[in-house]
């Protein structure tokens, strides 16, 4: 693992952490040159399902694009780095627990949505106004109504 201070590539592990589902260990290491700390993650590589978009493209599956939406939702929201992190596995095993080679974009935004609505009702609301492409406050307030009709009936 390349140091980011100096770019010495010999470090030793100073504390290794793993998450409570087993699948993501953190890694306090510290370069044997410069004695600067950094961390690591070190997650089990899954095979995630091609994404067919919109228009019929097909690509691989991004968890930076997908990291990088999470992130604009949850922007300011009482979500801690641990919590972010689970969402993200949470929506990765979703997607490889489908168990096909590929999935078009709306699945995976709906299992977003219902991974955020879970967590923080404002994020999920932030998430679904770009994903379902809200064009004016009706829309925010439709979805709204319906999320707490939903709730009504649920109870």
Do not use: H
């Not at 961390?39 to 991004?62: A, C, H, N, Q, S």
């Amino acid at each position: 693992m390349k140091c980011p201070s100096c770019g010495y590539l010999e470090n030793k592990v100073v504390d290794s952490r793993t998450n409570q589902s087993g699948d993501l260990t953190r890694r306090r290491r510290e370069c044997l040159s410069c004695s600067s700390r950094f961390t690591t993650y070190e997650r089990i590589e899954e095979l995630l399902p091609m994404v067919v978009k919109k228009d019929g493209r097909r690509e691989e599956f991004d968890r930076e694009k997908l990291k990088k939406g999470l992130k604009i939702a949850c922007r300011k929201r009482p979500i801690s780095s641990q919590e972010f992190d689970e969402m993200l596995q949470e929506i990765e095993k979703d997607l490889s627990s489908l168990g096909t080679k590929e999935v078009d974009s709306r699945s995976i935004g709906q299992i977003v949505m219902r991974t955020l609505y879970k967590r923080d009702k404002v994020a999920y609301i932030r998430f679904a106004s770009v994903y379902r492409e809200f064009k004016d406050v009706n829309d925010f307030l439709f979805e709204l109504q319906r999320k707490t009709d939903e709730l009504s009936a649920s109870n």
